[in-house]
């Protein structure tokens, strides 16, 4: 009798620490993170009143004969089954879809938890809410990679990104392979000059066009406005208005030169012949071709070749070593000489101290009959925007026009131009102006300046037996013998789940399960209750016997 009241009593303290199971789980129904548990029993060692018998001499065998002495908890479960995710539209608020658990260090241990309600501190350090406990991950270096060092996840607020200079600069779109040739005009800069087949002059701002012959005997080189400096501003007008003068300050007379519609120049001679005509710029082949006039008879006239203006024009914005925004203009011709086809010329208008003209200004595209780049003459320009030692470094952009053979640059197709830049790699300086952070745990920092660079990546670490962690209070498990080491890594990664931003997991009690679960520990924690009682009451009616 002395066995069932035993047995009882072990049946109430059990069913009550299941009781104590349950109302834990009930009371954590809207914790962040939490994991519901179970309480599961198994019986205590049997008392044997006879053992178990073999079949003998005829006779068959006998089982055992045993007394069980009660019941205890067998173990109490943690059930890390996924809770849901619920919407905060706080950025720092993380929840983990999938296995694993974020990381947190109060300068000494690990803890490890599924409740993300993260925040910054004034230090700029990401920490948990409750108890300011750091969290771990991967902090990235000043280029955005990000390191393999486990440490405390720190942003600065007020730090600035330094501005970076443009190397290169990559573009896409169509020139019209049935464009006609545009001819300049009175008013085109002598900068944007090409000529006649479409080959860029290429002078530049700063450079001497000299003036040679001689009108009515008079050598032009005795003159005093024998020569034309190209301005920022010059344009075919200014040569025509500058040869005039020359002209007309050798002979005395009222020669005239002027622009003509298909962009050559027009000199008409007074009375005295002009012979042997020309301008000429060291070093400029097309230039000096364009500018050779010859001969002209007394009341004749004499014209230069035609030259062009560009027949299609596209602006990029390209940054130096301090940020300034440098605006390179590209002007675009198609070549027209005999026995050329497909090919395009370009130039390209940067700013640049006139001591130094930039080089690499000029190149060709030549394009395969399907539309496709077939070939690239120049792939670098190299400029200084302010003078050599002055301001910012000299500057070197590599062109990169689209694969050779592939249609993923610019083209030419017989469709509307539309070449343009597809993106450089320049950028002013800029201040930290907000952060995002992605499924991947990584901390993005959003620059004033329009550039995104990663400054940091949460970590994720998973267990072999996540259900063999400890509970340490506050949402946080520790790492026990039977949990196995931390897996620490990228979220996304091996076993470990992804990180939802903006969002919470909600603890994964089953308030049904749970009610359901109450009653069942209810009815055991009465019946054994009942089986004390009935003991009692047989007990009783033995010491009754003796009375």
Known sequence: ?????????????????????????????????????????????????????????????????????????????????QGNLMSTERKTDLGIQGSGFFILSDGESKYYTRAGSFDFDKEGNLVNLSNGYKVQGYMADDKGELGKVLEDITIDFQQRLPASATTQASFVGN??????????????????????????????????????????????????????????????????????????????????????DDGSLQVTAGSAAITGLKMECSGKTEFNSFGNIGDIAADAQGSTEKSRSTDYTTFVTTYDSLGTARIMTFLFAKDTEPGVSNTWNWQAIVPYDEAN?????????????????????????????????????????????????????????????????????????????????????????IFTNGINRTLAQVAIA??????????????????????????????????????SPSSLEMSNVDLAKSFTEIIIAQRGFQVNARVITAADQILQELVNIKR
């Open 1 to 81: 009798m002395m066995r069932a009241l035993f047995s009882g009593v072990s049946g109430l303290r059990n069913h009550q620490i299941q009781m104590d199971v349950i109302g834990n789980n009930i009371a954590n129904v809207n914790t962040v993170g939490f994991k519901s548990s179970r309480a599961l029993f198994q019986e205590l060692l049997s008392q044997t009143l006879k053992t178990a018998s073999g079949p003998a001499e005829g006779k068959g065998g006998t089982n055992p004969q045993q007394v069980g002495l009660g019941m205890r908890i067998s173990s109490i479960d943690n059930i890390f089954t």
């Open 175 to 260: 020139l019209n392979s049935e464009v006609e040739p545009t001819y300049a005009a009175s008013t085109t800069l002598l900068t944007k000059l090409f000529d006649k087949y479409g080959n860029p002059m290429n002078l530049h701002i700063g450079d001497t066009i000299t003036f040679s012959g001689s009108v009515g005997g008079t050598d032009l080189s005795t003159v005093t406005d024998n020569s034309y400096t190209i301005t920022e501003n010059s344009s075919l007008s200014d040569l025509a208005y500058a040869l005039q003068t020359a002209i007309r300050e050798a002979s005395g007379g009222s020669e005239t030169v002027m622009v003509k």
């Open 357 to 445: 003209p930039p080089t690499g200004d000029t190149g060709s595209l030549t394009f395969n009959p399907d539309g496709s780049l077939a070939s690239v003459s120049t792939t670098q320009i190299t400029f200084d925007p302010d003078g050599a030692n002055v301001g910012a470094d000299e500057m070197k952009v590599y062109l990169n026009f689209g694969t050779i053979n592939k249609f993923n640059g610019i083209t030419q197709f017989a469709s509307d131009f539309s070449a343009t830049l597809k993106e450089q790699n320049g950028y002013p300086s800029g201040s930290l102006d907000d952060i995002a952070i992605d499924d991947a745990g990584v901390i993005t920092g």
């Open 462 to 499: 998973n267990f072999s037996n996540p259900e063999g962690l400890s509970k340490v209070g506050d949402n946080f498990y520790q790492q026990t013998l039977n949990s196995g080491s931390a897996q620490i890594g990228a979220p996304g990664t091996g076993t470990r789940g992804i990180i």
